[in-house]
């Protein structure tokens, strides 16, 4: 039996790219890869691609060199998730604060990993994660 392997890419959407632009550059030190009036692509360490939308912008089919882009949108809060390890997680925590984020819960799970939850502009539930949340993670 053929199995996914993983995800590629996830995708959010904003009311005002330039806004999340700025934050996941400035606050989760994601770097852009591809950018334009409608999204913004991030490398997420090599590993994967995040996709923010500016939301409406892609309710038509996009054309490109390869093909067309079927239509899709977003609206309201979403969640997501990124991994970073254990000995990182204070960091982190210190970084957010330091840039006004506010930490709106943490979570120790019970495989010992722990979870520290916050807002973007839109309202996204954003998830920093360290291993042992999750059998496979």
Known sequence: MKKLKKVIETAIYCKNLETAVAFYTKILQLEPMLQDDRFCAFDVNSESVFLLFLQGASLMPQNI???IIPPHDGSGS???AFAISFDELSYWE???VHHGVDI???VHWPLGGVSIYFHDPDE???ELATPG???IY
């Open 65 to 67: 060199a390869g093909g």
């Open 94 to 96: 210190q970084r957010l």
């Open 133 to 135: 949340i999750w059998k």
């Open 78 to 80: 979403t969640h997501m």
């Open 124 to 126: 996204h539930l954003i």
């Open 104 to 106: 709106i819960s943490k």
